[in-house]
């Protein structure tokens, strides 16, 4: 049974930095694409960045390009998402997912939230203006 488990979420002031962590356990991940997604209250939740394991292709969503940097860690079986020159629109539940399947996936899969098929529960992130 796959389980991911995020944390490093907080209170950080806009321009501040933190980085979240999605230790991943119950499987060998070496074939998964893992992503990151947020949901900030009354809105949907939406793609933030997403790394295939197996060759470290990273994908990103346009608001966080060039100030969030997604990357993992094998030996510690943990992706990171580490997040610069935070906004207050940056405010979000954060969540981690995982799914297996990415050699069918087109190219627009790693931006759809109903292609992944495990998920953790999330870390809140706060940015204040």
């Known amino acids: 049974q796959v389980q991911l488990v995020e944390s490093g979420g907080g209170l950080v002031q806009a321009g501040g930095s933190l980085r979240l962590s999605c230790a991943a356990s119950?499987?060998?991940?070496?074939?998964?694409?893992m992503g990151w997604f947020r949901q900030a209250p009354g809105k949907e939740r939406e793609f933030v960045a997403a790394?295939?394991?197996?060759?470290?292709?990273?994908y990103y969503a346009e608001p966080v390009k060039g100030r969030f940097t997604i990357s993992r860690d094998n030996a510690k079986n943990t992706v990171y998402l580490q997040m610069n020159s935070l906004k207050p629109e940056d405010t979000a539940v954060y969540h981690c997912?995982?799914?297996?399947?990415?050699?069918?996936?087109?190219?627009?899969?790693?931006?759809?939230?109903?292609?992944?098929?495990?998920w953790g529960q999330g870390t809140l992130v706060t940015v204040s203006s």
């Open positions: 997912a995982a799914d297996p399947n990415s050699s069918s996936w087109s190219r627009t899969s790693y931006y759809r939230s109903y292609e992944y098929t495990y």
């Open positions: 790394i295939r394991w197996s060759d470290d292709h990273t």
């Open positions: 119950g499987r060998t991940f070496r074939s998964y694409v």
